[in-house]
C-alpha cells in the first residue's frame, strides 16, 4: 500500500483528487490536513504520516473578480503553501510529488494552443498576474528542487476546471459555478434577465474536475519530467456559448445580457494537450453532462444554504452521466 496525501484536498481539484485516489485499491490516502500556511504544522503532519505520493492542490484560488481586488492574499497564500509543502516532502523522503499550477500562467499573448515552450516569455494577463506569478514559482521551486537534489517532483497545468465542491460566489468563483449560481437564482425569482461579465467573446477550455484528477494519476505512474505538462481536452468555447449551455442546465430561459465594463481577461486560453495525449491520456466527460452534475451538487449542498431555493422543485434539464461507462460509485462518494 502506498501513502498518499493530497495537499489541499478542499480545494475543487484536491476534493477531485481524493474522490478518486479512494477508488485505487494499492493506496491508502491520509484524510487529515493541516494548516498549509504555516510552516510547522505542514512539517509535522509530513513528518508524522509520511506520505510516499503527494498531490499539491493546495492555495487560494478564484475568478477573474477576486483575482483583481485580492492580489495580495492570493500571491502570499500560494506562495506560502507551496513553499511549505514542497520542502517538507523533500526533507522527509516522499518519493513523488505532482504540483497543480495554473494556465494564467501563460503569456497573455502566447500563441495559441498554448505550450509549455511559451512560458515565461512575455508579459503575463494582468487580472491574474500575481496569481499566476505565485504559479508560476511553484513549477520553478519543484523544478529546483529536482536539479539540486534529484527529487521526482513534477508540475501539470490543467484547463479552467470546475465541477462539485467549486466556489459558486458571485464575485469569488469561476465563470461556470458563478453562472450556474446565477443562473438558478434568476429563475427561482423569475427575473427577465442576467448579466453575463465581458463581451461574451473570450474563449475557454474547460474541463471537469473528476478527468483532472484522473489525468494526475496518470501523470503520477507516467510523467516524470522538468517540464510542466498541460491537462486539457481539444475544445474551447466562448463566454456566450457556455453561458447559453449554462442557462439550458439550469432551465433559465430569460435574456442575457454582456456587461462589458466588467474585464474579459485572456481573449483566448486553450492548451497544447498533446504531450498527454501521446502520453495515453485524454479526458472522457461530455462537457454538458458534468455541468449537469455540476448543478445537481449545487443543488444538494449549496442551496440548502439559501432560503429563496424551492428544494425538490427544481428539475434538471439533463440526467445522463459525465462519464459514461465509469464506475459512478467512485465518483459519487
Ligand atoms: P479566467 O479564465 O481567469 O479569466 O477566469 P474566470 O472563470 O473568472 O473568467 C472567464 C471569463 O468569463 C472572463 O472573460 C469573465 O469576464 C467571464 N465571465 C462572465 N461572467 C462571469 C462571472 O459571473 N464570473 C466570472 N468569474 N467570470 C465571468
Redesign the pocket.
Known sequence: MTRVWVAGAETLLGRALRDRLRCEPRLTVIEDEPNLTHREQVEEFVAEHRPEQVYLAGGLSG???M?RSRPAELMLDNLLVLAHVVEACYQYGVQKLLYLASS?SYPREAAQPLRVESLMTGPLEPT?AAYATAKLAGWQLCRAYRQQYGAAFVTAIPA?AFGPGDDFGPTS???IP??LA?FHRAKQKAEPSVT???SGT?R?EFIYAADVADACLFLMRHYDDEEPINIGGSTSWS?AEVAQILAEVVGYSGELCFDRS?????PL?MLDSSPLRELGWQPKADFRSALTETYRWFLQHQVKEDPGHDGPSVSLAVSDSPHRGRDRRCLSQ
Open positions: 475568478g477573474i473578480e483575482n494564467c491574474n479552467n468563483g469561476h465563470v458563478a453562472l446565477r453575463i461579465w465581458g473570450p475557454r463566454i466588467k474585464p474579459d481577461g485572456m486560453k
